[in-house]
């Protein structure tokens, strides 16, 4: 049986990945449970953007929508995509206007909520995406800008896990970058990684 976190060590790791670079913050957050209320599970894909990124939302430079990326790291940035669905960040980095985007879950707490709240009941289906990640979680615009360090919120390291490699989805600026990260095998991604790219793919 694997011994729990002890807090100071949460919140010392926590502080590791709020203050790295998006692509290492979004590297190593595959494998971390996040909860909101209670509802949530393991982190299985993400994707950096940095303010340099032109696929970014803070790239044009901070505005009234984005305002929270040039925050403070550990903050929570909530956004409309094509004004539909809701979308989740997490701020990070000592520069501002770069987060990680939580692309997929694998469920592990409130599955009967999040079933009642997606209107299906596959697991596999549930958190497997942005829009429906959030959706599940009952994250909307009223969380934006809050501490994922603090309630609703519940952010926890993990076990280390073997992570692919590959292409942002769903853009047409900086399409090819190789930013999206996720569980090597996962059921619960939004969608599989068409090719396998070095781990240890940097900023560039």
């Not at 925050?71 to 669905?85: E, K, L």
């Amino acid at each position: 049986m694997i011994a729990p976190i002890s807090r100071p060590e949460v919140a010392r790791r926590q502080a590791e990945l709020f203050h790295a670079p998006s692509v290492q913050a979004a590297r190593e957050l595959i494998g971390w449970t996040l909860t909101v209320d209670g509802v949530g599970g393991r982190i299985v894909e993400t994707e950096a953007y940095h303010y340099s990124d032109p696929a970014s939302h803070s790239f044009p430079g901070p505005t009234q929508r984005n305002a929270v990326m040039f925050g403070p790291p550990g903050a929570i940035y909530v956004y409309r995509s094509y004004g539909i669905h809701w979308c989740m960040n997490l701020v990070c980095g000592d520069e501002p206007g770069s987060a990680v985007l939580l692309r997929a879950l694998e469920p592990t707490a409130g599955l009967d909520l999040m079933i009642a709240r997606r209107g299906l009941d596959d697991p596999r289906r549930l958190c497997s995406g942005p829009g429906r990640l959030c959706q599940a979680l009952g994250v909307t615009g009223e969380h934006n800008g809050l501490k994922v360090t603090e309630p609703p919120f519940e952010l926890t390291p993990g076990l280390s896990v073997e992570v692919a490699v590959g292409p942002r989805i769903g853009i047409t600026k900086a399409a090819d970058v190789p930013w999206r990260f996720g569980e090597r095998g996962s059921r619960y991604l939004s969608k599989p990684f068409p090719k396998i790219i070095p781990a240890d793919s940097g900023e560039g």
